[in-house]
């Protein structure tokens, strides 16, 4: 009876755990309308609209790395030709270093990337990203 009662909260305590998470994971997109604020200096999520110094963020959630008509730089375009699609994952990591990302992702100790801005807390990342899969 007690190893039924624990395995019995035991899943309980799981399936909380996955609903939390999963909750957390989600951001708000409100709230990463106004974080977007600080990106608007480089890019736009106007349909037909191009920045000179940063690729339109329109429809960049399921969208390959370096695919846009923007003049990308070299490790972002090995990274898109080494198959990196933008999934919410990806981009709140490379929102947070995106030097240092790239480097992992490609496997190389440094590289030369064009965005220096970093997004240090995680929450602004995540809505950030809940904004960007918003946009229509």
Known sequence: MRRMITGACLTLFT?????IGSALADGDAAAGEKVFTKCKACHTVTA??????????LGVVGRKAGSTDFKYSDAMTKAGAKGLV???????K?????KKYLAGYLGE?????KMMFQLKDEKERENV????????
């Open 15 to 19: 399936f909380a755990g996955i609903g």
């Open 109 to 113: 100790a440094s590289v030369n990337n």
């Open 94 to 98: 490379y929102l947070e270093d995106p």
């Open 129 to 136: 990203v809940a904004y960007l899969k918003s946009l229509k």
């Open 48 to 57: 037909g609209k191009s920045s000179p110094t940063g690729p339109n963020l």
């Open 86 to 92: 933008w999934d919410e994952k990806s981009i709140v």
